[in-house]
C-alpha cells in the first residue's frame, strides 16, 4: 500500500493513536513503545510524521527517548488526571471548537485590596497575563491569569500561547492541594459586550478559580475566565 501523504496535521493522527495505546494501559509508564518504522507500517505515515508526533508527545512529557534504545513511557503526575477540571482548552475542545490565544497582557501587578485577588495579602507583587481565546477570527473568551512569582518562573514562556493548565501541571512538581473554583451567569460589561460582539441582552459566563499546590496556605494561581453563553449552545462531544 502507497504511504499517506505527510501534512500538517496527519501528526496529529499518530499521536492520538500512541495516546491510545498508553491509556488503554497496553504500555505502562517506562514501557517501550513501538519503533519509529513499526508506526509507520502500522499507520501507512512516512517517518517525517511519525517524528513530528513523537517530538510533540516528548515535549509535552508524555514519553522520553533512551539514545540507541527506543521511546518510552514516561511516569505520569497524579496532576493530569485533575487536567480535564483544570484545563480550558479541554472545555473548549469538547465542545467542539478548535481555538488559538493571543496574550495580549504579560505584566508584574500589586495586589489592590479592592480588587477580585483578595486571597493575597495587599501590596503583593504578582504576575498577569491575559489572554484572548478566538476561534478562527471570532473572540470566544478572556481569560485573565495572576501568578506567584515562583510559580511564574517555572511556566514554559514559549507555551503561553498554548493550554496554560497543562504548562503549570507539566512544570510545578509539587502535589495539588486543593482548587476552589465557582461559575456565575451575569450580564456583560460594556467592555464585554464589545469584544465577544454582542448585546446586552445575551449572558456571559464567569468562572473564577484559586489553586494551592501543597506545602503551603497561600494560594498559587487564580484565573478568571469569561466566555457569552451562544458559545455554550454548541454541543459536546463526548
Not at 505502562?28 to 517524528?51: C, F, I, K, N
Not at 503549570?168 to 460589561?189: A, K, M
Request: aromatic residues 10%.
Amino acid at each position: 500500500m502507497a504511504k499517506r501523504e505527510n501534512s500538517p496535521t496527519l501528526y496529529i493522527y499518530v499521536k492520538e493513536y500512541i495516546m491510545k495505546l498508553i491509556i488503554s494501559g497496553k504500555y505502562p509508564a517506562h514501557s517501550q513503545l513501538p519503533t519509529e518504522y513499526e508506526l509507520m507500517e502500522t499507520l501507512d505515515v512516512g517517518r517525517a510524521t511519525v517524528r513530528a508526533a513523537l517530538a510533540q508527545l516528548e515535549n509535552e512529557g508524555t514519553i522520553y527517548k533512551r539514545q540507541g534504545v527506543g521511546t518510552f513511557v514516561s511516569e505520569r503526575s497524579k496532576h493530569y488526571g485533575l487536567e480535564p477540571f483544570l484545563s480550558l482548552n479541554f472545555m473548549m475542545k469538547h465542545v467542539g471548537m478548535k481555538n488559538n490565544n493571543e496574550v495580549v497582557e504579560n505584566v508584574e501587578v500589586t495586589v489592590n485590596p479592592d480588587g477580585p485577588l483578595d486571597r493575597w495579602e495587599p501590596g503583593k507583587k504578582v504576575n498577569r497575563l491575559v489572554r484572548i481565546r478566538k476561534s478562527e477570527n471570532t473572540v470566544v473568551g478572556y481569560e485573565d491569569n495572576y501568578y506567584l512569582p515562583h510559580i511564574f518562573e517555572k511556566l514554559n514562556s514559549e507555551e503561553f500561547e498554548g493550554s496554560l493548565a497543562h504548562n503549570l501541571l507539566t512544570n510545578v512538581e509539587d502535589p495539588i492541594h486543593r482548587f476552589d473554583q465557582s461559575t456565575i451567569v451575569r450580564d456583560p460589561t460594556e467592555a464585554e459586550q464589545e469584544l465577544f460582539d454582542i448585546d446586552v441582552a445575551e449572558k456571559v459566563v464567569e468562572l473564577d478559580r484559586w489553586m494551592y499546590f501543597e506545602g503551603t496556605e497561600e494560594p498559587s494561581n487564580y484565573v478568571s475566565f469569561v466566555i457569552p453563553t451562544h458559545i455554550l449552545e454548541f454541543p459536546f462531544l463526548g
